[in-house]
């Protein structure tokens, strides 16, 4: 399962989106670049599931280019041992700034060890960023979760949760976003698969 949540977003000149999002929903900035919403990266031999809630892919804007990741979530078994994988972080990017090089690293990291949590939630906090003219971020939140249990049981989740999200100076804000990822082991199906992700899109 992947999903993530973007209440109350409102993108200057044009009508408020959608608190769900389409997986993979992307808004345009014309020369300037584009926005991803809700988007879903898929790796069906290795099992790994990642959401970013935004990507933004900047062209060109104030001097800036390159990528900023915004909510991103990972979750990943390994058919054959049952290892797990989980993590979460709120912010990350990495840009040209007149032709200077700013890159933020993932911020309120948060990683699950392979055994998992034994089905305890682990959570950690953080204190919001700012990257003048690009990105303002607020409060911080990230969890993970998982079970290595015997065969047909293990899960793993990651959610990744920010308040008072405001882009290109006010351009594009949001009260909150949820990002979450989660795989799940089951019992061999027809197929011989055991790592199974409910594709139902966003929460």
């Not at 990528?67 to 840009?95: C, N, P, W």
């Not at 939630?121 to 303002?136: F, H, I, K, N, R």
Request: neutral net charge.
């Amino acid at each position: 399962t992947w999903s993530c949540s973007l209440p109350n977003m409102r993108v200057k000149a044009l009508p408020a989106l959608s608190a769900t999002p389409a997986p993979n929903t992307v808004l345009s900035l014309g020369a300037i670049g584009k926005n991803t919403f809700n988007e879903q990266i898929v790796h069906p031999v290795i099992h790994s599931f990642i959401v970013n809630a935004i990507h933004v892919h900047l062209n060109n804007l104030l001097g800036y280019s390159g990528d900023v990741y915004i909510g991103q979530t990972r979750a990943f078994i390994a058919s054959s041992t049952s290892r797990l994988q989980a993590s979460a972080f709120e912010l990350s990017a990495h840009a040209n700034v007149s032709s200077t090089v700013v890159s933020i690293g993932r911020q309120n990291l948060l990683s699950m060890r392979c055994t998992g949590t034994n089905g305890t939630e682990a959570d950690q906090s953080g204190v919001g960023v700012q990257v003048p003219g690009l990105v303002t971020v607020g409060a911080l939140n990230s969890s993970v979760n998982g079970n290595q249990a015997p065969l047909g049981g293990a899960f793993a989740t990651a959610t990744a949760q920010i308040a008072n999200v405001s882009l290109f100076g006010g351009r594009i804000t949001l009260d909150a976003i949820t990002s979450t990822s989660t795989t799940t082991e089951h019992p061999a199906d027809a197929n011989g698969n055991t790592i199974h992700s409910d594709g139902t899109g966003t929460s």
